[in-house]
């Protein structure tokens, strides 16, 4: 009964918050939880979307991009790490926003409300999300409270990575901006650190940028290679990102032990038209993708 009350209040809470539309979502992201992965309809719907995008560019495209990653390895392993070359005063300022927003009274209270406010899409979870909120805190709608964070993407090398792996165009679909916390300089659990892959559709990628310099001591990202089942830290300086299939690669967030971490995610699918500064699920924790890749269902 606690489980169904639980549920029932998550679907009030969003209703409340987002209207029948986000509703309807919720029920298709629970109905997907019990499935497994996103749902059959919805990966095939993304499938045939990833398509015809792919036809789309290669006709209204002048050329593919080449560049030098070493995309044997990406196919392969499913990863790639790049070095993006920020600008260091650009990744502290980017840093101090969100850490003045995280602070901001206003965020957290959405971040660790006590009246189970809906979280991760997780049915099945018994973790409350105010314990939750002692592990991991994220910004609410962060294009919005940090808008900063889009023009990350005003970059050369990423936008010619993705359309090389997409060989579309693509868009981003949803940002995350989490701070993994650390407690008193010890070892700091967080229900990230099991390794897990997520419930995306198979065509879309997870890119992940360090905004804080990361070292196996402040949680970095744990891959667990395809070929060799060899756990790899991904470490370095601010500005490090990571491109994988979070739906197929198993990773995990490593316990921190001496300091947090600051790091924001983007899930980017593709698409018929270039990216133009649009989120479509922006700070949906229980909808990280829309329903139909051929509507659109964002703001």
Excluded at 78 to 99: A, H, I, M, Q, S
Excluded at 137 to 144: G, V
Excluded at 220 to 244: A, Q, R, V
Excluded at 273 to 298: A, E, H, M, S
Aim: with cysteine; proline share 4%; net charge positive.
């Amino acid at each position: 009964m606690r489980k169904i009350y639980k549920i029932i209040n998550n679907f009030l809470l969003t209703f409340k918050e987002g209207g029948i539309r986000r509703v309807i979502q919720l029920f298709v992201r629970y109905l997907d939880n019990i499935l497994g992965g996103c749902g059959l309809k919805i990966e095939v719907a993304y499938k045939l979307h990833h398509f015809l995008s792919r036809i789309s560019y290669k006709f209204y495209s002048n050329t593919l991009i080449d560049i030098k990653v070493n995309f044997d390895k990406f196919i392969k392993e499913e990863y790639v790490v790049l070095d993006l070359n920020l600008p260091k005063n650009f990744l502290d300022d980017l840093l101090k926003k969100c850490e003045h927003e995280l602070q901001n009274e206003e965020n957290t209270s959405k971040i660790a409300n006590k009246k189970n406010k809906p979280f991760n899409g997780l049915l099945n979870s018994g973790v409350p999300p105010e314990y939750y909120s002692k592990q991991v805190c994220w910004l609410n709608n962060p294009s919005l409270s940090v808008p900063e964070l889009l023009t990350l993407f005003n970059n050369k090398l990423i936008d010619d990575v993705l359309k090389s792996l997409f060989r579309s165009n693509y868009i981003i679909e949803n940002i995350a901006m989490y701070k993994t916390l650390n407690s008193n300089k010890k070892e700091t659990f967080n229900l990230n650190s099991s390794f897990h892959i997520d419930s995306n559709p198979s065509t879309s990628l997870k890119m992940m940028i360090y905004l804080c310099d990361v070292d196996n001591n402040n949680g970095p990202l744990l891959i667990k290679e395809k070929s060799t089942g060899k756990i790899i830290p991904i470490i370095g300086k601010s500005g490090t990102s990571i491109i994988f299939k979070s739906h197929s690669l198993y990773h995990a967030a490593k316990n921190t032990s001496t300091g947090s971490r600051y790091a924001v995610f983007f899930t980017i699918v593709p698409s018929f038209r270039p990216w133009k500064n649009q989120v479509t699920c922006d700070g949906w924790l229980n909808i990280p993708y829309r329903i139909n890749p051929f509507f659109w269902l964002g703001k």
